[in-house]
């Protein structure tokens, strides 16, 4: 479970986005919503490969 510690004199807006942030690198949305329909372990090994393609490219396009 995610959580922050709020101090007393913490602004409520800089300790709603320290939680969003939190939460938003523990992965618990990415995996709800990975979870919530079966994916065939073929179309999870193409939907990789495309990922890894794009990435790729991306760094190809970086460097130059």
Same mark, same amino acid.
């Given at each position: 479970m995610v959580?922050?510690?709020v101090s007393e004199n913490e602004n409520i807006d *800089?300790?709603?986005k320290r939680f969003?942030? #939190?939460y938003? *690198?523990?992965g618990v949305l990415k995996?709800? #919503?990975k979870?919530?329909?079966f994916v065939k372990p073929s179309i999870e090994k193409r939907m990789e490969k495309i990922k890894?393609?794009?990435r790729a490219h991306k760094e190809r396009m970086?460097?130059?």
């Amino acid at each position: 479970m995610v959580g922050i510690n709020v101090s007393e004199n913490e602004n409520i807006d *800089r300790a709603l986005k320290r939680f969003k942030k #939190k939460y938003e *690198r523990s992965g618990v949305l990415k995996e709800y #919503k990975k979870r919530t329909f079966f994916v065939k372990p073929s179309i999870e090994k193409r939907m990789e490969k495309i990922k890894a393609r794009r990435r790729a490219h991306k760094e190809r396009m970086n460097d130059n």
